[in-house]
């Protein structure tokens, strides 16, 4: 299996928890990595190393995101995200 994954680094921390749980997964194919702030949408290091995504031990996704980044990428009329 080969799941088609185009988004913010919550849905392919999402997807990468889908993925581990799937025997026969064999890649997660990821297209919005060249967008530039994709790594500023969270804190930490980076989700991508060589071609490689471990699976987040951490609570929830594992994935703590960056609100302030967040809030600065909302589209016109959006409530700020505050949680």
């Not at 921390?13 to 969270?42: G, I, K, Q």
Request: glycine share 8%; with cysteine; proline share 10%.
């Amino acid at each position: 299996m080969t799941p088609h994954n185009v988004a913010s680094p919550i849905g392919t921390v999402a997807s990468v928890h889908a993925c581990a749980t799937v025997p026969n997964a064999f890649v997660l194919e990821w297209h919005a990595r060249d967008v530039d702030w994709w790594d500023d949408l969270y804190v930490g290091d980076p989700l991508i190393e060589d071609g490689r995504i471990a699976v987040p031990e951490g609570p929830g996704l594992g994935l703590e995101l960056d609100l302030d980044e967040l809030n600065e990428r909302l589209a016109p009329g959006q409530e700020p995200l505050d949680f």
